[in-house]
């Protein structure tokens, strides 16, 4: 059983930083992290997209759709190990790299596989509305229960199923070193007191999602 669930969509730049946060606690205190599914095309597909959301998030909610299925696939065929090891390439790639427009066909979806040495055929499955859109909306659904069905990516579970699930942290830099540790532990408190249910402020500077 992990010691962390991380509800992720390879679109959201704010999944991406607090990931690269959970990377580094991870490694640091040597957290098994399960990289689970949430899709934010799924989460918003009762909304009208040309009302509620800005130009082309009919497409970008779409893509991150597909690629989890691609992520789904890995999993069922080479472990969930593999799958935080794609979250990281897509997230380098998207955002970092700023190329999320090369992963529109899926000629380059295989090459990103290939690069992490998978079948480059997994990617054929991004197209899949069975099986894998299936396990896709299975985690989404997961995650919205134990959260609440009105927050996104990202969604993190401390000691799954059972321990405490919240929405975020939103955090607009990656911490790093001790300062990371800090801000782990400040969260795993907060999360595990029995009537927490929310810290917000609206102000935010641009990610860096470096």
């Known amino acids: 059983m992990a010691d962390v669930d991380f509800f992720w969509d390879p679109m959201c730049p704010w999944a991406w930083i607090t990931s690269r946060w959970m990377v580094e606690v991870q490694e640091q205190r040597g957290l098994d992290v399960d990289w689970r599914f949430i899709s934010l095309r799924v989460v918003n597909e009762e909304k009208d997209y040309d009302k509620d959301f800005p130009p082309r998030y009919t497409e970008v909610h779409g893509l991150g759709l597909k690629l989890l299925r691609v992520a789904a696939a890995v999993r069922a065929q080479h472990g969930p190990e593999e799958v935080g090891r794609l979250y990281t390439a897509l997230g380098q790639r998207i955002h970092v790299d700023r190329g999320r427009d090369s992963l529109l066909d899926g000629s380059g979806v295989e090459a990103l596989l290939r690069e992490l040495d998978l079948p480059a055929e997994l990617a054929t499955h991004q197209d899949d509305e069975g099986e894998w859109d299936a396990a896709v909306r299975s985690d ?71």
């Open 140 to 210: 989404t659904a997961t995650g919205l229960a134990r959260a609440g069905k009105d927050v996104g990516t990202p969604i993190i579970t401390f000691g799954p199923p059972d321990g405490p699930s919240f929405f975020g942290p939103v955090i607009s830099r990656i911490p790093r070193g001790q300062e990371a540790l800090d801000l782990w532990d400040a969260t795993e408190r907060i999360a595990g007191f029995p009537g927490f249910a929310e810290l917000k402020r609206s102000l935010r500077e641009p990610p860096q999602v470096t």
